[in-house]
């Protein structure tokens, strides 16, 4: 499945965006979606997850009560919604998917077997 990113850009601290994630070239709900970021010099962190469905969603504990991952499969996207950013939220973001048929969790990107090509979130204080 070929993946790719969009919505990112430049925002006030306090801000929202929307980023989406457009998949194409095989059955969409046959995969969870990750959301990943990383800044120069550190590894790819774990954003939040949605499962095939969409009935389970996880989010790292940085990101809680202010990102809200969400997907249609009729249309092969998945979102990220994000609100009240923080300059510490800045980073290039990736999706990522996995088959549903895999019996792991949703935080590792190890697990993830296809990703976009980012799109960077640059927020100002």
């Known amino acids: 499945v070929q993946l790719v990113e969009s919505g990112g850009g430049l925002v006030q601290a306090g801000g929202s965006l929307r980023l989406s994630c457009a998949a194409s070239g095989r059955t969409f709900s046959n995969y969870a979606v990750g959301w990943f970021r990383q800044t120069p010099g550190k590894e790819r962190e774990f954003v939040a997850a949605?499962?095939?469905?969409?009935?389970?969603?996880d989010y790292a504990d940085s990101v809680k009560g202010r990102f809200t991952i969400s997907r249609d499969n009729a249309k092969n996207t998945a979102f990220l919604h994000m609100n009240t950013l923080k300059p510490e939220d800045t980073a290039l973001y990736y999706c990522?998917?996995?088959?549903?048929?895999?019996?792991?969790?949703?935080?590792?990107?190890?697990?993830?077997?296809?990703w976009g090509q980012g799109t960077q979130v640059t927020v100002s204080s």
């Open positions: 949605i499962s095939w469905g969409g009935a389970y969603t």
């Open positions: 990522a998917a996995r088959s549903r048929l895999k019996a792991v969790g949703y935080s590792d990107a190890g697990d993830y077997d296809y």
